[in-house]
Structures are given as C-alpha cells and as structure tokens.
C-alpha cells in the first residue's frame, strides 16, 4: 500500500515539477514506476580509473541509480557528474550509507574518454561499466535519458522514475523520499 501512495505521488509530482504533462509522459512513468530493474552480472566496478572488487548484490534497501548509455556518454553528458557530487553531499547528510547505495552505471562508446572524465572530475565513487549493454538489454528503459534515473526500494521496484538534474523540484522529492525512507516513515 505504501508503494502505491508513493508511486502515486511520484508520478503526480514529477508531471508537476517538470511542467510537462503530455499523455505519453505520464504512461511512461506509469510504466516504469513499480517495474523492477535487473542489475546484470557483468557489470565492472570502477573507482576512478581502477578496477575494483565490489558487491554487486547491492543489498542496501534503497539504490538510487543512474544510467547513461553509448548516446550519452560524452564530455557535455559527463558534465553532470559535477551536478551529482553536490546531490552526493547532500544525501551524505540525510542517510547513513547502510541505507542507500548510489549507482552509476555507464555503458560509454569510449571507456578511455569515461576514464577521463570520472578523474577530471575528480568523481572518487564507485561506477558500473556496461561495455555490453546489458543493463538496458536486460531492462526495458526508454529512450529519453530523463528516464534514466531512478530510486529503486528493497526488492528493486522503481519508487521514483526521472532526472533530477535541472529540476529542482524533482531533486527535493527524490531528497524527501529519500530522507523518509531512511527514518522508516
């Protein structure tokens, strides 16, 4: 029950918050929202332009996941990256980091220009490379990129579908969301 209150207001909230109400959004949403996202095996852990051994089973209840495939991945889209290290820190001061993991998945055309990028942003958390695209083989997503993010709770159903950078609203839900979740409300 409360997954449905909370998919509810998510939808209501993010068709509000974007000012963009258009009939194929809204069913967009509704149909991503309370699907469950499958996070393929193959995925490489990064930090920085290392390899890393992490857990793939990501068995914090909430995951806050964004995706960016080989038609995103270039310098202008890695820009947001910038954007997502201010929402870290924020998040840093609402969660504890048993609560929710942060999941970057990138499936680049180049892994030497995401490389790149992830040092000279200096973004020093874990990233998922997709070098197959199994991540979006394996979970019907749709071709707009504001569609791409999600909070995912603990079964990994999609609480709250839709980017949050460059719409402030959207990021104050995901926040609210979040910050409750975290406190059991």
Same mark, same amino acid.
């Given at each position: 029950m409360g997954r449905i209150l909370i998919a509810g207001i998510a939808l209501s909230a993010f068709v509000f918050l974007t000012g963009c109400g258009s009939r194929e959004m809204r069913r967009t949403i509704a149909d991503l929202t309370g699907s469950t996202i499958v996070f393929p095996e193959e995925l490489q852990?990064?930090?920085?332009?290392?390899?890393?051994? $992490?857990?793939?089973?990501?068995?914090?209840? +909430?995951k806050l996941v964004v995706y960016m495939n080989s038609t995103q991945c270039d310098g202008c889209r890695l820009k947001d990256l910038l954007v997502w290290k201010h929402y870290m820190r =924020? &998040? #840093?001061?609402?969660?504890?980091? #048993?609560?929710?993991? &942060?999941?970057?998945?990138?499936?680049?055309? #180049?892994?030497?220009? $995401?490389? =790149? =990028?992830l040092t000279l942003y200096d973004f020093d958390r874990p990233v998922w490379v997709d070098r197959n695209g199994d991540f979006e083989r394996k979970n019907p997503l749709p071709a707009d990129p504001a569609f791409h993010t999600? $909070? &995912?709770?603990?079964? #990994?159903?999609? /609480?709250?579908?839709?980017?949050?950078?460059?719409?402030?609203?959207?990021?104050? /839900? +995901?926040k609210e969301t979040v910050a409750g979740s975290a406190s059991g409300k």
């Open positions: 852990a990064r930090v920085l332009d290392r390899d890393t051994v $992490l857990d793939g089973n990501f068995a914090e209840p +909430y =924020q &998040l #840093d001061s609402i969660v504890t980091p #048993d609560s929710l993991r &942060l999941v970057f998945i990138f499936h680049p055309k #180049d892994t030497a220009v $995401l490389e =790149q =990028q999600f $909070l &995912l709770g603990r079964d #990994d159903r999609i /609480l709250l579908v839709g980017s949050p950078v460059g719409r402030p609203g959207m990021w104050k /839900l +995901y």
